[in-house]
Nanobody
């Protein structure tokens, strides 16, 4: 049973930074892609950033240059460093994982995901 547990959310003022963490367990196959999604009230869940097992990354245009996704394969930990936060970044952020065969293919949409975490709230105020 794959489990993804997020932490690190909170409230911050615009221009500030937060670092989200995701602890992954239960994987029996080392070939996978990980990602961060977010969902704001009244909006669809969307992919923010993704990374494959070789460290290759993709980002949504709205966060390029501000967010950085990274992982420690040995510790099964995924991070999202968020800098220069804006009020429009306010959302519930979810850790997600899927099999390597689907890496970067339509990655920004929910059906891409095999496993979800429970989410962590990020609130950015003016």
């Amino acid at each position: 049973q794959v489990q993804l547990v997020e932490s690190g959310g909170g409230s911050v003022q615009a221009g500030g930074s937060l670092r989200l963490s995701c602890a992954a367990s239960g994987y029996t196959d080392s070939s996978y892609c990980m990602a961060w999604f977010r969902q704001a009230p009244g909006k669809e869940r969307e992919g923010v950033a993704t990374i494959d097992n070789n460290g290759n990354t993709r980002y949504a245009d709205s966060v390029k240059g501000r967010f950085t996704i990274s992982q420690d394969n040995a510790k099964n930990t995924l991070w999202l460093q968020m800098n220069s936060l804006k009020p429009e970044d306010t959302a519930m952020y979810y850790c997600a994982a899927t099999g390597a065969a689907k890496c970067f293919i339509n990655w920004r949409h929910g059906p891409w995901v095999d496993y979800w975490g429970q989410g962590t709230q990020v609130t950015v105020s003016d």
